[in-house]
């Protein structure tokens, strides 16, 4: 495989570890842990891994180990570091005892149940040292639920003297994998399962986890090219570029990469719905933003828009319901693509029927063309940055005849998404990774099963950082997934309340009339801690004491 000179020389990068993983590690134990919320029904569901303590990695006597294997999973979408978790839980069982193995499973959880597997060894390991992406062993989005997927595990798991599974997922596969524990552990079947916490949309954080891995470098991959996007603006001054950022529902992504690069104008979902905003009142207040810079003879700018803002929308996502309902009727399945606008509008209730004939005819369309699997609209297919800038056009040209804007308006469009997701992790990402995948080998060499590896304190330097596991219970709570209460790992989307948010609300008035551009420039590997090693402005601000 032949490889880049960064390549070449970001591969000797040897990752920072907190001092706790350094050299003989010892567990501290914490208190007995609960729930966040619904006490009672998680105790009964996970009464095997339910209560457990938090647990603390700290400097301690040297001890010898029996030879373990260990197998791994990466689960959903790809997230910068991921490489590095695996490397650091291999690096982390042969210093337990170099015997131990290490055996990763195909393109993610399916990989497991279909006995699809490669024994990971140094050679193939070294080559993905401080690399993106997820291609050392793939991964995917099977969902692992069900009892025969967990009994066809097992069979592999036992096949090959596996004494624990690591897997590297978001909120849904490790609430899976906290299932998957409950249930070896009910059976007595001498198997741990270790969850990590990953996904770029940074919507896997609470109390214990400080951030998901992947979200500090895709955060800064979007914003480099956010800030040349800007300085292109400000020097050409005839554009307004939307730009619309990955982040499946929560708009974390949005949120850092506006404070990072201070657009004009940046669209916080759940800000939108808290105060029960509509469609036209995000228009009007770009527009408005628009007009503004136009009086004062500047006729470019930027806005940033979060992909999942559509379902944030109440009237939309009331739209989007009654359309799912309709279109899974039989009748609404079977109508002809060329007759469907005229039969969904015979079909919708008065107040949805409104907001349908409100949008652009193709993004109209757009919201019946693709379903998934659950037969949900695909939001991330819905270009929201096109239906904002068409809907602002539109709004201006009318301000126009009203004499409310003489400027000009033209817009250019883009989306940010895959372009980050596996960018060669920052060296934040690159620690944090690789100091995860150390702690859950350390999880699971002192028999720890339904845990999740974390490090915390990472706004100091990494040396003070704190490694340990968190029960995957203590982060539960009840919802209602496909008509049904379940227990999941809360998603944390963006508090109105928190530092970032406010940090953003305090300046946008600002940012939106004057231009104060900042460019944040590539991700730096080598060079000054100062700009090498900043975590990311959202962590820092939340941690900010
Ligand atoms: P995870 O939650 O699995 O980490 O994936 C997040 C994400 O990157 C979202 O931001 C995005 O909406 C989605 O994956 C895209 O999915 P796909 O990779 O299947 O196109």
């Known amino acids: 495989?032949?490889?880049?000179?960064?390549?070449?020389?970001?591969?000797?990068?040897?990752?920072?570890?907190?001092?706790?993983?350094?050299?003989?590690?010892?567990?501290?134990?914490?208190?007995?842990?609960?729930?966040?919320?619904?006490?009672?029904?998680?105790?009964?569901?996970?009464?095997?891994?339910?209560?457990?303590?938090?647990?603390?990695?700290?400097?301690?006597?040297?001890?010898?180990?029996?030879?373990?294997?260990?197998?791994?999973?990466?689960?959903?979408?790809?997230?910068?570091?991921?490489?590095?978790?695996?490397?650091?839980?291999?690096?982390?069982?042969?210093?337990?005892?170099?015997?131990?193995?290490?055996?990763?499973?195909?393109?993610?959880?399916?990989?497991?149940?279909?006995?699809n597997y490669m024994e990971l060894t140094a050679d193939i390991i070294d080559q993905y040292r401080n690399t993106g992406g997820f291609d050392m062993i793939g991964s995917g989005r099977t969902k692992l639920e069900k009892e025969d997927q967990f009994e066809k595990g097992l069979e592999i798991i036992k096949e090959l003297g596996i004494k624990a599974v690591v897997i590297i997922g978001g909120d849904d596969s490790n609430t899976n994998a906290c299932v998957l524990a409950e249930y070896y552990a009910a059976k007595k079947c001498g198997v741990q399962v270790i969850g990590c916490p990953k996904t770029i949309d940074g919507d896997l954080k609470n109390d214990q986890i400080e951030t998901s891995f992947g979200f500090d470098t895709a955060c800064k991959t979007y914003s480099e090219v956010i800030g040349n996007i800007q300085r292109d603006a400000n020097s050409a001054r005839k554009y307004w570029h939307f730009i619309k950022l990955m982040g499946r529902s929560a708009s974390h992504i949005a949120l850092e990469c506006a404070l990072q690069c201070q657009p004009n104008v940046c669209i916080v979902s759940e800000e939108v719905e808290a105060k029960n905003q509509t469609l036209d009142d995000i228009v009007t207040y770009i527009a408005q933003a628009v007009a503004n810079r136009a009086a004062d003879g500047n006729h470019f700018g930027v806005v940033l828009v979060p992909e999942g803002l559509i379902e944030f929308i109440p009237a939309m996502k009331a739209l989007i319901a009654e359309l799912n309902d309709l279109l899974a009727t039989p009748e609404g399945a079977a109508v002809a693509k060329d007759e469907q606008r005229e039969w969904i509008l015979g079909k919708l209730s008065a107040a949805n029927k409104a907001v349908y004939e409100s949008l652009p005819v193709g993004v109209a369309a757009q919201l019946t063309m693709e379903r998934d699997p659950h037969g949900n609209v695909q939001v991330s297919l819905i270009e929201t940055e096109k239906l904002l800038s068409e809907m602002v056009a539109t709004k201006l040209e009318q301000w126009k005849k009203e004499g409310k804007f003489s400027g000009k308006f033209a817009a250019l469009h883009h989306f940010f998404g895959y372009e980050g997701r596996c960018a060669a992790p920052s060296n934040y990402d690159a620690d944090y990774c690789y100091a995860l995948g150390t702690s859950a080998a350390m999880l699971i060499a002192n028999d720890k099963t339904g845990y999740m590896a974390i490090v915390k304190n990472t706004t100091a330097p990494a040396a003070e950082w704190v490694a340990g596991g968190v029960p995957i219970t203590m982060m539960m709570n009840m919802e209602k997934r496909n008509g049904e209460m379940k227990p999941v790992i809360k998603k944390a989307l963006v508090r109105l309340d928190g530092a970032p948010f406010k940090e953003f609300a305090a300046h946008r008035d600002q940012w939106a009339r004057e231009t104060c551009f900042v460019y944040p420039g590539p991700i730096q590997y080598f060079g000054p801690s100062e700009v090498c090693d900043q975590p990311t402005k959202t962590l820092q601000l939340e941690q900010a004491k």
């Open 1 to 115: 495989m032949e490889k880049s000179a960064l390549q070449i020389a970001r591969a000797a990068y040897q990752p920072k570890l907190p001092k706790g993983l350094q050299g003989n590690v010892s567990v501290k134990e914490g208190a007995p842990t609960q729930s966040v919320a619904d006490q009672e029904e998680i105790k009964k569901l996970f009464p095997n891994t339910y209560g457990m303590p938090l647990i603390e990695f700290v400097p301690g006597e040297a001890k010898t180990y029996a030879p373990f294997n260990v197998g791994v999973i990466l689960s959903g979408g790809q997230a910068p570091g991921g490489h590095n978790v695996i490397c650091g839980l291999f690096d982390g069982i042969k210093r337990l005892n170099p015997e131990s193995k290490l055996y990763g499973f195909i393109l993610g959880p399916g990989g497991l149940v279909d006995h």
